[in-house]
């Protein structure tokens, strides 16, 4: 059996939590540190660094759900790894003043915890779902499991911040304890019993997991897709860091307006995701492969878009078009995430985790070293262009990774319409 409709939302509820926990980590304990503790902004950005870099270790657990008995442990495992490290960081926040390095000490452990518990629990989700999801239904299950996870995070966001006010460590510890409790428990509810009612992998002799990685790295398309993974997530990351200050020192908007930007470009993102989920799979418009395709090209040209518009200078219209980038970064996202999951299967039999460990760390890693990139070229050619050149220019960086990325995605993710009837939405392998 494969995985049915209310199946694929309950794994989607898994990744919403995920989601609920790690926006506690990024976002309001960053801003914690930064403002009511007045640290250094360098040691958040330094912590989050760190739970991306633990995350190279998703190989190891992609092979270890593999070789196990059941994924679904790994996942709750991991969740509950996840949830200890988030309330451990938060402990660490109140003895900041009284115990600096006792506290950095421990703030080390917990979001070493939280990347090893993001890998174990995040890496086993997609496993499963790359295994146990009909063909035809991919573009849909990787829509609604992002959808709910963007919701997870927006929702957790939103209401933790109301119980927040007025600030005090302890309201802290009420509000990420409450979080990080109820996402196990939901975790532990969305995903029992499902793996007994699928098939879930083909069961063959394990290899040893270093063996295992030099027979996956042999296959060439496993490795193409990784060297995909990575270019086209840096490209993704590479705007992150850049494009408030952008709109603040080349078209003049207030941090108001910034932030309102940004938004407006997640809404472009859940548009272009729910574009692919409802044409991929409910009309079975294009194939995977396409959607990637387009969705690198979109990108590519908006980005181009957005470094002319600094030419023009305050007048431009940048919201739209950075809601363009934000549409066309969705559509790619969502298809490449349905292309991960058909092309795990492909390849050696039994090794659906490990190859999705492989391309969950090159994600990690892109996310971590796409953000830092675009900063740190920002700060070199400013100085030499000026603000809307400088910026524009790494802008056009950006365009130029997206538009190798799609270059691979044209060599690794092949249409096979021409090769099986199974589905519009296949690869080969299906």
Same mark, same amino acid.
């Given at each position: 059996?494969?995985?049915? *409709?209310?199946?694929?939302?309950?794994?989607? %509820?898994?990744?919403?939590?995920?989601?609920?926990?790690?926006?506690? %980590? =990024?976002?309001?304990?960053?801003?914690?540190?930064?403002?009511?503790?007045?640290?250094?902004?360098?040691?958040?950005? +330094?912590?989050?660094?760190?739970?991306?870099?633990?995350? %190279?270790?998703?190989?190891? *657990?992609?092979? &270890?759900?593999?070789?196990? &008995?059941?994924?679904?442990?790994?996942?709750?495992?991991?969740?509950?790894?996840?949830?200890?490290?988030?309330?451990?960081?938060?402990?660490?926040?109140?003895?900041?003043?009284?115990?600096?390095?006792?506290?950095?000490?421990?703030?080390?452990?917990?979001? #070493?915890?939280?990347?090893?518990?993001?890998?174990?629990?995040?890496?086993? $989700?997609?496993?499963?779902?790359?295994?146990?999801?009909?063909?035809?239904?991919?573009?849909?299950?990787?829509?609604?499991?992002?959808?709910?996870?963007?919701?997870?995070?927006?929702?957790?966001?939103?209401?933790?911040?109301?119980?927040?006010?007025?600030?005090?460590?302890?309201? $802290?510890?009420?509000? !990420?304890?409450?979080?990080? %409790?109820?996402?196990?428990?939901?975790?532990?509810?969305?995903?029992?019993?499902?793996?007994?009612?699928?098939? #879930?992998?083909?069961?063959?002799?394990?290899?040893?997991?270093?063996?295992?990685?030099?027979?996956?790295?042999?296959?060439?398309?496993?490795?193409?897709?990784?060297?995909?993974?990575?270019?086209?997530?840096?490209?993704?990351?590479?705007?992150?860091?850049? +494009?408030?200050?952008?709109?603040?020192?080349?078209?003049?908007?207030?941090?108001?307006?910034?932030?309102?930007?940004?938004?407006?470009?997640? /809404?472009? !993102?859940?548009?272009?995701?729910?574009?692919?989920?409802?044409?991929?799979?409910?009309?079975?418009?294009?194939?995977?492969?396409?959607?990637?395709?387009?969705?690198?090209?979109?990108?590519?040209?908006?980005?181009?878009?957005?470094? *002319?518009?600094?030419?023009?200078?305050?007048?431009?219209?940048?919201?739209? @078009?950075?809601?363009?980038?934000?549409?066309?970064?969705?559509?790619?996202?969502?298809?490449?995430?349905?292309?991960?999951? @058909?092309?795990?299967?492909?390849?050696?039999?039994?090794?659906?985790?490990?190859?999705?460990?492989? *391309? /969950?760390? #090159?994600?990690?890693?892109?996310? /971590?070293?796409?953000?830092?990139?675009?900063?740190?070229?920002?700060?070199?050619?400013?100085?030499?262009?000026?603000?809307?050149?400088?910026?524009?220019?790494?802008?056009?960086?950006?365009?130029?990774?997206?538009?190798?990325?799609?270059?691979?995605?044209?060599?690794?993710?092949?249409?096979?319409?021409?090769?099986?009837?199974?589905?519009?939405? =296949?690869?080969?392998?299906?």
């Amino acid at each position: 059996m494969t995985l049915s *409709w209310l199946q694929i939302i309950r794994l989607g %509820i898994v990744q919403l939590c995920l989601g609920a926990i790690v926006v506690l %980590i =990024t976002s309001t304990l960053n801003r914690l540190m930064v403002v009511e503790l007045a640290l250094p902004a360098i040691l958040p950005g +330094l912590l989050v660094a760190l739970h991306y870099a633990i995350q %190279i270790t998703r190989p190891q *657990w992609g092979y &270890r759900s593999d070789t196990g &008995r059941s994924r679904s442990r790994w996942i709750i495992g991991g969740m509950a790894l996840l949830a200890s490290g988030a309330v451990l960081a938060a402990f660490a926040l109140s003895l900041f003043a009284v115990q600096y390095w006792l506290a950095l000490a421990l703030s080390v452990l917990a979001y #070493a915890m939280i990347g090893v518990g993001v890998g174990a629990s995040g890496t086993s $989700l997609l496993a499963l779902l790359a295994t146990a999801t009909a063909p035809e239904r991919r573009p849909a299950a990787a829509t609604i499991t992002w959808l709910l996870m963007i919701f997870g995070i927006a929702v957790t966001a939103g209401v933790s911040g109301q119980f927040l006010d007025p600030y005090s460590h302890l309201r $802290l510890m009420g509000v !990420v304890g409450t979080v990080c %409790i109820g996402a196990v428990l939901i975790t532990t509810l969305a995903i029992w019993g499902i793996e007994s009612k699928v098939v #879930a992998r083909a069961e063959e002799k394990a290899a040893p997991f270093l063996e295992g990685m030099r027979e996956i790295w042999a296959e060439r398309k496993a490795r193409h897709f990784t060297i995909f993974v990575f270019l086209s997530m840096s490209a993704y990351f590479m705007q992150e860091l850049i +494009l408030e200050p952008y709109s603040g020192l080349v078209f003049h908007f207030t941090p108001g307006q910034s932030t309102s930007l940004s938004g407006a470009q997640n /809404g472009g !993102v859940f548009l272009g995701m729910v574009l692919v989920g409802v044409a991929g799979t409910a009309l079975r418009l294009g194939s995977l492969r396409q959607w990637v395709i387009v969705g690198c090209l979109g990108s590519a040209l908006s980005l181009i878009l957005i470094a *002319w518009l600094g030419q023009i200078g305050p007048s431009a219209p940048l919201l739209p @078009a950075v809601v363009t980038m934000g549409f066309f970064n969705g559509m790619f996202a969502v298809a490449a995430i349905g292309s991960m999951m @058909a092309l795990a299967g492909e390849g050696r039999q039994a090794r659906e985790g490990t190859r999705m460990g492989l *391309w /969950g760390a #090159a994600q990690a890693i892109a996310a /971590g070293f796409g953000g830092l990139l675009g900063a740190a070229l920002v700060d070199i050619v400013r100085p030499m262009m000026g603000d809307a050149d400088g910026f524009g220019a790494v802008f056009l960086f950006e365009a130029a990774l997206y538009l190798a990325a799609a270059l691979m995605a044209m060599r690794v993710i092949a249409n096979t319409a021409h090769r099986t009837a199974a589905s519009p939405l =296949t690869v080969p392998g299906e």
